[in-house]
């Protein structure tokens, strides 16, 4: 059996990718996230069987849990999305050193340990697509420790790529700017600097149908929108002191 594991699955782009392998030819959806119910409205709205786990990717007993149930079904894992993780604003001396390690435990650790994971049931055909972010182009100051987990899945992402490639495994990583979620709702709690605005803002549906596209493609790099190809472009063109002073320049004191 054919099944897709999606984590982050409870909202935002991680919902919107579940409805997408809904419509793909798999067998069941494994849903993973923390909150239950969230899990289970998303479930009552597939056609495809799902499996339910709700699970803290905090928690590595989550990760013994999921090889489990991966051996006990056998099954061939067809996709795997780590779209679980959070971001925070925040600077050293002001942002807790937990909020700080937090972010790498899950931006960077759940999804290497996931990799890990599903490698015995990947075949010819499986697709990984890890999250990245229009962050990861150019150092951050302020949004340091987000944007440097993200480059860290970039790099980890696309050397990925061709260690299984000869195995006709794709690994996508995904460049989304800003996308409107519930991943707002905590980006800004510890912090005196953040972006004047979020604009482009775009929509977690529109987003993950153009990265779902592509990664049927096995596309390796995969970046949503002209906002973040022009920061793309950028990062190669212009030096890094002057990327870091435009950065510096979208910013804003939270007093102000
Ligand atoms: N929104 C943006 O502008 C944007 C842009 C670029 C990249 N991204 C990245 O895209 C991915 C998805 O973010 P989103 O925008 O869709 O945000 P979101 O709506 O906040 O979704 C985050 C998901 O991660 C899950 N999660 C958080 N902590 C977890 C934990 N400890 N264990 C298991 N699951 C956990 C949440 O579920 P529970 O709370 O139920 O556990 C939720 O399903 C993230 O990696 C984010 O960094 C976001």
Known sequence: MKIAIVTGASSGMGAEFVKCLDREDCGELWLIARRRERL?????????PVRIMPLDLLDESSFDSISKELEAAGAEVAWLINSAGFG????IGIQPIETQTRMIDLNVKATVIMCNVVFPYLERGSHIVNLGSGSVFNPLPY?????STKAFIL???RALYYELKDRGVCVSVFCPGWVRTEFFSHTRDNVRRSP????PMTEADEVVAYCMKKAKKNKQFIV???????QHLLSKLLPRRALIKIWLGMLTDKES
């Open 40 to 48: 289970e409205q998303i479930a009552a709205g597939c056609k495809t």
């Open 88 to 91: 925070e604003f925040g600077e």
């Open 143 to 147: 949004f340091n420790i987000y944007s």
């Open 155 to 157: 790099q980890y992402s």
């Open 196 to 199: 004047k605005s979020y604009k």
């Open 224 to 230: 949503h929108g002209w906002f973040t190809k022009t």
